[in-house]
């Protein structure tokens, strides 16, 4: 069952000072349980609490941090049926997709556990002989993130999970609409036996929040997930506090298929990339540009298999696709697949509402799509897939870098000189080819352009929550 999420400040779990909002679940629109929400005095004790545990976190010992960790991880690891049962109820994603992000959590907090132990410093070799150079490497301090609802622990861990293995302490403004997934992954930090400050968790009205954390002199670093137009709104402030910034903003990723790729292949994989979690991931390919030769069977075939997915309530056996995860994204969906239409886009599949409870949108292919309509413009983030064709290398990567966004990129074919091509030509922060190959632990993970800065994954992350500090001595 599903159940109340309360705050967790200062080591405890609390009541929001600001009342409470429901939880709705969208396969049914039930509310099916409700989030606490903080008030400013509830910001101030967690604020103040990330001072208090930054100063014990700091000092525990990056071994020390490391075996708190992993104890985390293995809570997650032996909860993950009822944490992804909550999952499922709030964000409507199939239970098979909910237990492997939850098992990809755990994955995430062992990286960064292990990753924690090894941010080394250097020496540097000095002009005199009586002089030693060293730089050490030190956490940033107490950072606010701001995560958003789409995949509730895996956006959530890559904040926490660097957060702590650098010594840092963190408040999370967490997702009201799947608060229940988030809050377990803050308990399994609390059972394995954080000290109390270190993390902090808060929900609530998120422009009154972050107007509040971001500017405040303890925080001195931010982590955002979510749209571009918030994430600059976010960095304009933190600029304008001189607060250290990552920003994983949207994405509109091409997938360019060339005439010599293995096509049963493309549409297998990218059918399967396109409508996982209904399309509401930021990497998800979307304008799928098909070279000529290929063009028609790629639809037939990438038509086709939209249609054998099946779906309904993410707790239902062999459904591959849940519902929308709010009303919000569902009215989108059917105004921007009106909206190609009316410009000359076909329906190959799918294109309404299923049913008229819970908030169903078929996956949906819409051939021919041209670049006037507001779909191939705007990041859909939902079950839609653009399919446009080309004719040569130089305008497949024209319409590919055409937008602002540059989060990731897509492409097949078989020749090794196109590959090297497409890798160099592609302005995207991850291009993945051949296959989908995104989002592991041990990768970075964010974008460039109007898609942020800065990475959520591998080595890098870690990076952006410490400080060099050089120390230089003559003896």
């Not at 040569?392 to 074919?413: C, K, P, Q, S």
Request: with cysteine; hydrophobic share 45%; proline share 5%.
């Amino acid at each position: 069952m599903h159940s109340d999420t309360q705050l967790y400040v200062d080591g405890e779990w609390r009541a929001g000072g600001a009342g409470s909002a429901p939880v709705v679940n969208p396969a049914t629109e039930e509310t099916i349980g409700a989030h606490a929400c903080a008030s400013q005095s509830d910001l101030d004790d967690a604020l103040a609490a990330s001072e208090r545990g930054f100063e014990q976190w700091r000092r525990t010992s990056s071994f020390e941090r490391f075996r708190l960790m992993r104890r985390a991880a293995e809570l997650m690891r032996q909860r993950i049926d009822s944490v992804a049962r909550a999952m499922t109820m709030e964000q409507g994603k199939p239970l098979a997709e909910s237990r492997a992000e939850t098992a990809a959590c755990a994955d995430l907090i062992d990286w960064f556990a292990e990753e924690g132990r090894r941010a080394y410093g250097r020496t540097i070799p000095a002009r005199a002989p009586d002089v030693a150079q060293m730089v050490i490497k030190e956490p940033v301090g107490p950072v606010a993130a701001f995560s958003p609802w789409n995949f509730p622990l895996n956006q959530s861990v890559r904040k926490i999970g660097p957060a702590l293995a650098a010594g840092c302490s963190i408040i999370l403004k967490g997702p009201e609409e799947t608060p229940a997934s988030c809050a377990a992954l803050v308990g399994a930090f609390a059972d394995a036996g954080l000290p109390a400050g270190a993390l902090n968790l808060v929900f609530g009205e998120p422009a009154v929040i972050s107007s509040y954390l971001i500017p405040h002199p303890t925080i001195r670093k931010i982590s955002f997930t979510g749209s571009t137009a918030v994430g600059k709104r976010l960095a304009a402030l933190a600029g304008l506090h001189m607060k250290r910034a990552t920003m994983e903003l949207g994405g509109h990723a091409p997938a360019i298929v060339f005439e010599d790729a293995d096509l049963d292949r493309a549409v297998k994989v990218l059918a399967a990339s396109k409508f996982r979690n209904a399309g509401q991931v930021c990497v998800a390919p979307t304008r799928f540009l098909v070279h000529e030769s290929l063009y028609q069977r790629f639809v037939d075939d990438f038509a086709a298999a939209a249609r054998a997915i099946k779906v309904g309530d993410g707790l239902e056996e062999r459904v591959g696709m849940g519902p929308l995860a709010h009303r919000r994204r569902l009215d989108a969906m059917e105004a921007l697949t009106a909206d190609a239409v009316g410009h000359g886009a076909r329906v190959a599949a799918g294109g309404a509402r299923i049913g008229n409870r819970g908030y169903f949108f078929a996956p949906t292919v819409l051939a021919d799509a041209p670049v006037t309509a507001r779909a191939m413009n705007e990041e859909p983030f939902g079950p839609i897939a653009l399919v446009a064709a080309f004719r040569d290398y130089e305008g497949a990567i024209r319409e590919a870098n055409r937008l602002a966004y540059g989060l990731a990129a897509f492409a097949y074919t078989r020749s090794a000189r196109t590959a090297a091509n497409v890798s160099r030509d592609l302005e995207a922060g991850m291009v993945s080819i051949n296959h989908h190959g995104l989002a592991l632990p041990e990768l970075p993970f964010g974008g460039v352009k109007d898609s942020g800065y800065g990475s959520e994954g591998g080595a890098e992350a870690l990076e952006a929550y410490l400080n060099p500090k050089l120390v230089t001595q003559m003896t």
